[in-house]
């Protein structure tokens, strides 16, 4: 089992940075590839940043290339998601997902371990 907890959210007026936080426990962190999505007011939850196990090999939606970046710290148990150039758009509940292999999933089946979830809320 893998228990996550994300931390980090607030709201940020557009153009400002936040990071996220995933804080990790249970089973061998190393070994998980993880992966951030996020679910906006009456949309779908998509996919939004995925990362290795080994951290080497990352990917983002279209939408965030450039603005985030995904990262782990396997030392700390703990994945990150830096957030810049926010956009009103990016408003959403951000949710850490665990998977159960070292390499790095786009879909939302391949995580079976979900976080909570943190608010994101960006101004105008």
């Known amino acids: 089992q893998v228990q996550l907890v994300e931390s980090g959210g607030g709201l940020v007026q557009a153009g400002g940075s936040l990071r996220l936080s995933c804080a990790a426990s249970?089973?061998?962190?190393?070994?998980?590839?993880m992966g951030w999505f996020r679910q906006a007011p009456g949309k779908e939850r998509e996919f939004v940043a995925a990362?290795?196990?080994?951290?080497?090999?990352?990917y983002y939606i279209d939408s965030v290339k450039g603005r985030f970046t995904i990262s782990r710290d396997n030392a700390k148990n703990t994945v990150y998601l830096q957030m810049n150039s926010l956009k009103l758009e990016d408003t959403a509940v951000y949710y850490c997902a665990a998977s159960t292999g070292l390499a790095a999933q786009l879909r939302e089946a391949a995580y079976p371990y979900w976080g909570q979830g943190t608010q994101v809320t960006v101004s105008s």
């Open positions: 990362i290795s196990g080994t951290g080497r090999n990352t």
């Open positions: 249970g089973r061998t962190f190393s070994i998980y590839a």
